[in-house]
């Protein structure tokens, strides 16, 4: 069997039937004929291979969990092949059954001299072939869990973390692209199963894994890790310490977010025997390339920089590199600044206009969110906005902004705007949260806004995250009297054949399509098309980020409804927008 799962479970059939079984024999119809002894017994993965002059190197590759092995073949026999692969470490202990039609004691004595394991007589019995298997792989699995596992958790053991972290790192530098090692060290293990006993002790290992293993799921879930990541493993490797290898690239501040789920994910107590019990944790982050070029020093740099998070008063999350620490502690820097910038209220509306394609006039505003840190002239959403997104507190955030923006939209009607829409962007927490149509129903109430004049805006691949959810949703906002708007429009899905069952009433065409206007025929002919299909479905058209008149003029042309841009204004405070909306009047 492959060890590519997490968990092995040697009861389960399946870890025998997935196993790998490779025959080398130059009779292509025998290999034919086993293939399909196999596959009636539920051997599926079969490799044959009827040229022995390349076995050795394919075996080497492959690394199947049995090997089937003529001896009797032209130019390499199986002799050979079977004296080469004893004499290579990765397979000297690949079990091989030897076919052969010879009963001669001399041959089958030369087979057992240079490591056979079993014999096998042509013509093949069968169900004594399927016997065979059976009984190889079985011992193997077992084999392997001792060799490659954990007995108590079941997790890889750090002889396997390390195997996959060596072929990790050897393809890494093949593909320049760094990958990730945590090693999660529990602070305070020692002291319990010292206290508690090494059953206690046991039970919170046993728990731990469950924990770490829930988490990744989650954050695969949640799209935070690529599922697909074909050598993730979870492992541990010593009494106390944990470790993960992610060999898909991530940031520092991904890998940030992943710890700190990590250590989230410890902080309700473990109930043991009807006792609480509280594990502290700590984390430490090694980067192949960047801290090392080789397994064992990549996974000894993560397991000094847990270590080193113990003893530091920072934290409880350190990368080995010192560059990757920096930005780690003004991300942390940032996020208690974000948590404080809520209660002290230092968030603020600035709000762009969006102006008919004929008329010129102001028909709508998006509105935009800035942050007046008090020691900083000027941090851009695009850096503080993902931090509270990591951060969970992007739903308050944008929790206020809507009920900012709905109280603005109403004095503007009061004091004769009332043409004016006002669109309000929401978070993929804000839109997932179980009260989300409620409070937008309560904004409303409270601010005795228009409905009508409120535009609720979500990203293309929010919408279409979940789309069963995302239509029960957007109903609910319409029934309220709302509009709902599909922001930067084109850069996810890039078909309306997804949205035709959405009630919508709005798509922006996203500024990356826009930039190449007039001349990009790319860009026209995108432009274009979301233009007539997006009309075809009565559907308001927004161009956004419309920089010179040549753009407006293509668009206007093209049949868009509204422009948004710094050709016509940039985000306006309250005050200036309103001198801009009577002046455009």
């Known amino acids: 069997m492959e060890l590519n799962s997490d968990v092995l479970d040697v009861s389960d059939n399946t870890v025998l039937t997935n196993s790998l079984i490779m025959m080398v024999d130059d009779e292509p119809i025998m290999i034919d004929l086993i293939q399909a002894f196999l596959e009636d017994a539920g051997y599926e993965n079969f490799l044959g291979q009827s040229d022995s002059t390349c076995a050795v190197e394919l075996v080497a590759d492959r690394k199947p969990d049995v090997l089937l092995l003529d001896l009797v073949m032209p130019d390499v026999t199986g002799f050979m092949v079977l004296e080469a692969l004893r004499g ?124 770490l293993q829930s988490c990744l799921s989650a954050l695969e879930m949640s799209g935070t890790l690529h599922n697909q990541d074909p050598l993730k493993i979870i492992s541990k490797i010593s009494g106390d310490e944990f470790s993960i290898l992610l060999s898909y690239e991530l940031s520092d501040d991904e890998l940030s977010y992943v710890a700190e789920r990590l250590i989230k994910t410890f902080e309700e107590p473990f109930i043991i025997d009807k006792q609480s ?82 008329t010129g006039q102001v028909k709508g505003a998006e509105t935009l969110l800035r942050w007046a840190h008090p020691d900083k002239n000027f941090v851009s959403p695009a850096v503080f906005v993902p931090i509270a997104e990591q951060s969970g507190l992007m739903e308050e955030i944008g929790s206020w902004v809507l009920l900012s923006a709905c109280r603005q939209a109403a004095s503007w009607q009061q004091q004769g705007m009332s043409d004016v829409s006002i669109s309000i962007n929401v978070s993929s927490q804000q839109f997932s949260s179980d009260n989300f149509v409620q409070f937008v129903g309560q904004c409303l109430q409270d601010t005795n806004v228009r409905p009508a004049s409120v535009v609720i805006e979500m990203t293309e691949s929010l919408a279409m995250s979940d789309i069963d959810k995302t239509n029960a949703i957007l109903n609910q906002l319409q029934a309220l009297g709302l509009k709902v708007s599909v922001d930067d429009f084109g850069t996810g899905y890039s078909s309306l054949s997804y949205l035709k069952s959405f009630p919508l009433d709005e798509l922006k065409i996203d500024k990356a399509f826009v930039d190449g206007l007039p001349d990009n025929k790319g860009d026209q002919a995108i432009t274009s098309a979301i233009i007539t299909m997006a009309k075809k479905l009565n559907f308001l058209v927004v161009a956004e980020g419309v920089e010179n008149q040549e753009q407006a003029d293509y668009l206007a042309i093209a049949g868009c409804d509204l422009f948004q841009g710094y050709h016509f204004a940039r985000p306006l405070e309250v005050e200036a927008f309103q001198a801009f909306y009577k002046q455009h009047r």
């Open 88 to 211: 290579m470490e990765q397979t000297k202990h690949l079990p091989i059954i030897v076919l052969t039609s010879s009963s001669d004691g001399a041959t089958k004595l030369k087979a057992l001299e240079l490591g056979a394991t079993d014999f096998l007589g042509k013509p093949v019995d069968p169900s004594e072939l399927v016997l065979r298997v059976r009984n190889i792989l079985t011992v193997k699995a077992y084999q392997d869990q001792l060799a490659y596992y954990d007995a108590l958790t079941g997790l890889p053991n750090r002889k396997l973390f390390l195997e996959r972290l060596t072929a990790a790192v050897d393809a890494s530098q093949v593909s320049n692209e760094q990958l990730a090692v945590i090693v999660i060290h529990l602070n305070t293990f020692k002291a319990i199963n010292d206290s508690y006993g090494p059953k206690v002790g046991d039970d919170v290992l046993r728990e731990s894994a469950i924990r």
């Open 277 to 358: 019990l509280y594990i502290s944790i700590s984390l430490g982050i090694a980067m192949s390339q960047r801290d090392g070029d080789d397994a064992d020093i990549v996974l000894k740099n993560a397991s000094y920089a847990a270590h080193h998070s113990h003893d530091e008063t920072t934290g409880q999350l350190q990368f080995y590199s010192k560059e990757a620490n920096q930005h780690l502690q003004e991300r942390l820097q940032m996020q208690q600044d974000l948590t404080k910038a809520i209660k002290e209220k230092e968030f603020y509306l600035v709000f762009q206009p969006q102006v008919d394609a004929f």
